[in-house]
């Protein structure tokens, strides 16, 4: 079970205190007409499989309920960066 | 003989109490211990060599070891409700009255016999899963065969509880490594915990007859306590299993706090009546440490030979313990076959008791190493250069075959190994394969064979933190590997065998751990005792012991005795093409067992390497994953149970209903009245008479538990056009619109009615168990995506109470308690919302139906829920009102052909596949690039992809049984035509009602290209063979214009 720094709680709490959000920094084509079906598959269902270092969201659920940034190690699980929406890591 | 009818038990010595006799049974013998006894020290006290019988072939098995590596002695404990299964007899305390059972008795004969003991690796795989309708027969067999314990019948009648902890170091063992670290980084101020599986600290040292400081060790271990107690910030945990460690240094740790003490803990003191336990039985810790220290010892390895499963083969540590720890000795001469130094001292423990050493047969040739001297001058005869290649005997052993063996040129058992032997650097790799047979064996006479392997470190923890094991030639063994997490390994669980080194490896990783956590200098300032272990001469890396006659002939030579694997069916596997070490675990069962093969990993990876004619390193282990002892349910649920298993919401109107003694339903976690059974009324009844009620009269229900989300800001009305498909931009103030909620990929993933409160304040309804994923889902949009739009969402579900007035008659019951607003269908048109008072107390009132019945449903604070719903009774009363559950609510709702997401719907249908095309608007058309392109709604794209335009997709339909009073069973499949299988699926049964206004059955259900097929006759065989015939029809049964809701 993870602990996660809650960017704006400034508290290290438990994971089950968090849900997951997925990778992060994904952006949703700004005119989606104009994508082909592949295009748009790929924004629907691609997502990366890193190994290290890796760019997700997460919610503190049972906190504040805002979405952050943490880029998190796939493979020790360490958390590398935990940053707030709209920033870059 | 002793006259406590202990025949194997010594006059003196031991860490038992003779004054403290304790009465047990095993498989239904009476028998007598002592306090300080486990089960199997009582149990070879007792002259008991017979503890199990093996689960494929049912051999006679005794016990083998002394703690947590025991893989034969499992047993059940009780009987009933309390009855604990799958316990190692060698970690039960005994306790007066402690009633054991082997399964022994059951256990064999059934399938000994079905399958004449044979069974070779994947006999799973060759023989059960072909053909494949004999599995079940099989498995009934296996079942009843394995004998590896029942279920308790019953719920469990004992506490549980969990503690949640923080501490700067972690340290697991309490044997002499673990409480030097403790006590090391207890003296530089950290906060500590030390946690041992065992009744009392000083791990090997409790069975050891080693001097520390000149004196016994356990006086060392006592005074270590001692000092651990002074300090108020360490926490001493006794009978606690570190079994599991999880990412962030998250470590579980169960402690059995009244096992010991018996079966139930002990009632409450006062009033004797209660059945509730004063204390838990079990408690699991969930430990956050800073830094940990993994002290957990080492397990020695027992030496592979042919028929080594006999009763009265064991592991030579084990047979020490029993001799010095619980004055046990469990035969009368010893034949001990080693390959290193250490198991000398159970050669010397014996002989100290005055029993007969047959002889040591020890694999070097020319051991001379300080042990092996004590022991010749004790007039023991070392055999060197050999080995035990056969234990004698059947129920118990009568003899050892000893041969001479020697270093092969070659490879004694498989070709490859030859290979191998040409390698420049093939010595590095010598170990299993490089041993052959020097000469003819001969047979030795003894009762009692200990046999030692070397030591395999207990790496399970260092594994769980992310360690990868490295194999060491020197320290023949698996050692923990680079840690991933704050932890670090120390004494023999690092491959430290010898006291001293143990001593000074444990301080030191306790002054490292302090120093990181942020306490002391990371130097050992502690004073180590001084003790007097020799040195120990370097072992031999042997594994399997090489018989006259190929593996595969030989007698079984057993690896994991609790699955019945062997040497031969290592090989088979390797023959037969496994490479990997974590298929072959798979494929023959190897370590599956409840001991999660502690004694078997490391010769059956040393075996498969020869067999595939590779090094150990290069075959690796199977991965060890919690639980490192087998963990009961009740200590992971805790309090977690009943009540507390998961909460239930209720309404405000909860109680009355359950005064009405409604049937429930749980929707989410609410709990809904599903109807209301007056008395002699069946279900349908019910619910036949509450929706008549509706359609003829007016009913009541309890709509509190609709998902409420509260929505402001000047972008309300923006935000809300992005998340619907419908248009919310034109939606006026105190009007009401049904939205869809769509994902990205275009499918349904919520609807409900939106209200516009006011200028820039919206309430949008959820259904009731999607009301958080609803909320979620919003609120990531509005972080992630929009955090630029100006809206806030408040979820206000619990905030409001909820009755639903429904039926011909509703307006005229509102009447009754509304003066304000005014009623009438000009004033207040269906699908519009007022505010005013209700029964004299604030409310919101909204003209929506889900029934297709005039409607109002009536909104109040939820303080005020009860006494609006008893207002709305009793102005009801001489309009007969009714109050209605949400089965009726479901017949309604499906008379009128109401999708209900989530059941008629399962993620994967498009608002056309259900009908449901008007409630989308167009999407954005594709603009000129220099223009800003408008934001259309999630999932618009994905509305016109391929596959969502294909013609075939099912679409929602209804469906009218050729017999009016037949109900199709919900999830039915539709075919074209009644037959036999295969027959091509055409859709299935999404809702189906016995419908009491048409007073026949409807079923609405997803069909493919439904709505071309009105009329058509379809086909829906049952489970029970019998085929139901039904016509193809509109969704909407009742009222199809739409007039009623209307008025």
């Not at chain 2, 002989?351 to 190493?369: F, K, N, W």
Request: charged share 20%; glycine share 10%.
């Amino acid at each position: 079970m993870l602990q996660i720094r809650c960017p704006y709680c400034h508290e290290l709490r438990s994971e089950e205190e968090f849900a997951y959000g997925g990778e992060a920094h994904v952006r949703r084509p700004p005119h989606p007409p104009a994508l082909t079906d592949r295009e748009w598959g790929d924004y629907l269902h691609f997502r990366h499989n890193s190994r290290g270092a890796h760019r997700e969201m997460w919610r503190h659920a049972a906190g504040c309920g805002r979405y952050f940034n943490v880029l998190r190690d796939t493979v020790s699980y360490a958390v590398l960066k935990v940053y707030p929406m709209g920033d870059e890591p | 003989m002793p006259a406590n009818g202990q025949p194997r038990r010594l006059a003196a010595g031991g860490r038992i109490d003779r004054s403290k006799p304790l009465n047990f049974s095993f498989d239904g013998r009476a028998m007598q211990g002592f306090a300080g006894d486990t089960l199997a020290s009582a149990l070879l006290a007792n002259g008991v060599d017979l503890v199990g019988r093996s689960f494929k072939h049912g051999r006679p098995r005794g016990l083998i070891g002394q703690g947590a590596e025991e893989p034969n002695a499992i047993v059940t404990l009780g009987e009933g409700a309390a009855s604990v299964p799958n316990l190692r007899a060698t970690q039960v305390e005994l306790y007066e009255g402690l009633a054991a059972h082997s399964g022994a008795k059951r256990s064999l004969k059934t399938l000994a016999g079905a399958c004449a003991g044979l069974m070779p690796a994947g006999f799973y795989y060759k023989t059960f899963m072909r053909p494949k309708r004999l599995w079940m027969f099989w498995e009934r067999l296996l079942r009843r065969a394995a004998g590896l314990g029942a279920p308790p019948a019953g719920p469990d009648p004992d506490l549980y509880d969990k503690f949640n902890q923080h501490c700067d170091v972690l340290v697991v063992g309490g044997g002499p490594t673990g409480l030097v670290a403790a006590l090391q980084a207890a003296g530089a101020g950290a906060r500590v915990i030390l946690a041992d599986e065992q009744p009392e600290f000083g791990g090997s040292l409790l069975a050891s007859t080693v001097e520390m400081n000149g004196a016994a060790a356990a006086q060392w271990v006592a005074e270590t306590v001692a000092e651990l107690r002074t300090f108020p910030a360490v926490q001493l945990l006794l009978r606690s299993t570190a079994f599991g460690y999880h990412d962030h240094n998250f470590v579980t740790i169960l402690e059995r706090r009244t096992d010991h003490l018996g079966l139930v803990a002990q009632p409450l003191a006062q009033g004797a009546a209660s059945t509730v336990p004063a204390a838990p039985r079990q408690r699991l810790h969930r430990v956050r440490a800073k830094q940990t220290v993994l002290a957990t010892g080492a397990l020695e390895r027992p030496l592979v030979f042919a028929n080594n499963d006999v009763p009265g083969v064991m592991l030579a540590s084990a047979l020490s313990a029993y001799v010095n720890r619980y004055a046990v000795a469990p035969g009368e001469r010893l034949l001990l076959c080693t390959t290193n130094d250490n198991g000398y001292r159970t050669a010397l423990d014996w002989r100290r008791i005055g029993r007969e050493v047959t002889a040591v047969v020890d694999s070097r040739p020319q051991p001379d190493g300080a042990l092996a001297q004590q022991a010749r001058a004790a007039g023991i005869e070392v055999i060197a250069g050999h080995g035990v290649i056969a234990a004698v005997g059947g129920k118990r052993v009568r003899g050892a075959l000893v041969a001479p063996l020697r270093i092969a040129a070659g490879g004694p058992s498989d070709k490859k190994s030859a290979k191998e032997a040409q390698e420049p650097n093939g010595a590095a790799h010598w170990p299993v394969a490089g041993v052959e047979l020097a000469g003819p064996p001969r047979r030795l006479d003894c009762d009692l064979i200990a046999s030692s392997g070397g030591w395999s470190p207990t790496i399970h923890l260092s594994v769980q933190a992310g360690g990868k094991p490295v194999w060491s030639d020197a320290a023949a063994a698996f050692l923990p590997g680079e840690p991933r997490q704050q932890t670090r390994s120390a004494g023999a669980a690092a491959g430290a065998f010898g006291l001293r080194e143990c001593l000074l490896q444990g301080a030191q990783a306790g002054a490292a751990a302090a120093r990181l956590a942020g306490f002391g200098d990371g130097q050992v300032s502690l004073a180590l005792p001084d003790c007097d272990a020799p040195a120990e001469a370097p072992q031999q890396a042997l594994f399997l012991v090489p018989h006259t006659k190929p593996v595969s002939q030989a007698p079984p030579q057993f690896v994991d005795m609790q699955l019945d694997v062997t040497a031969a069916d290592l090989e088979l596997a390797a023959r037969e093409g496994y490479q990997s070490v974590e298929h072959v675990k798979r494929y023959t069962a190897l370590g599956f067992g409840t001991d999660q093969g502690k004694l078997s990993n490391v010769n059956g990876v040393a075996i498969l390497a020869a067999a595939l004619g590779r090094s150990i390193a290069d075959t690796g282990v199977t991965m060890f994953r919690p639980a490192y002892t087998p963990v009961s349910f009740g200590a992971i649920a805790g309090r977690d149970v009943g009540g507390l298993f998961d909460p239930e919401r209720h309404t405000p109107m909860h109680s009355w209903h359950e005064a009405r003694e409604a049937v429930w339903e749980d929707v989410g976690r609410w709990k809904r009245p599903r109807h209301y059974p007056q008395p002699g009324e069946a279900m349908q009844d019910a619910v036949d008479r509450e929706c008549l009620a509706v359609r003829r009269g007016v009913g009541l229900m309890d709509a509190s538990t609709l998902g409420k989300i509260d929505i402001q800001g000047p972008d309300a009305a923006l935000f809300l056009n992005r998340v619907y498909a419908g248009r919310f931009l034109q939606l006026g103030v105190g009007r009401c619109r049904y939205g869809l909620m769509l994902k990205e990929d275009g499918t349904i993933f919520d609807d409900g009615v939106t209200v516009r409160l006011g200028e820039s304040r919206y309430l949008l309804h959820t259904t009731t168990g999607n009301a958080e994923a609803v909320f979620a889902w919003l609120e990531r949009w509005r972080q992630t995506e929009w955090p630029e739009l100006k809206v806030y969402l408040t979820s206000v579900t619990d905030h409001w109470a909820t009755a639903a007035v429904a039926g011909p008659q509703a307006r005229e019951v509102l009447r009754q308690v509304c003066a304000d607003i005014d009623l009438s269908a000009q004033a207040f048109p269906f699908m519009s919302a007022r505010q005013g008072q209700v029964a004299g107390r604030p409310a919101r009132v909204f003209r929506i139906s889900f029934s297709g019945e005039l409607c109002f449903e009536v909104n109040v604070p939820a303080q005020h829920g009860q006494f609006l719903w008893d207002a709305l009774l009793e102005a009801g009363e001489a309009f007969e009102i009714r109050p209605y559950g949400t089965e009726a609510m479901h017949v309604l709702r499906a008379e009128k052909g109401f999708i209900i997401v989530g059941q008629d719907t399962d993620g994967t249908q498009t608002p056309d596949d259900m009908g449901l095309g008007w409630a989308v608007r167009p999407s954005p058309k594709p603009q000129d690039a220099s223009e800003a392109p408008a934001f259309g709604f999630i999932g618009d794209r994905s509305l016109s992809l391929a596959d969502h335009q294909r013609p075939d997709r099912p679409q929602l339909v209804g469906l009218k049984t050729l017999a009016a009073e037949a109900v199709l069973p919900e999830g039915a499949q539709i075919v074209n035509e009644p037959g036999r299988p295969p027959v091509d699926m055409q859709g299935h049964v999404t809702s189906s009602y016995f419908s009491a206004a048409l007073n026949r059955s409807i079923a609405l259900a997803m069909l493919r290209n439904g709505r071309r097929r009105m009329g058509e006759i379809v086909h829906c065989p049952l489970a029970d063979g019998r085929t139901l015939a039904a016509q193809v029809v509109s969704p909407v049964f009742y009222d199809p214009k739409g007039e009623r809701q209307h008025v």
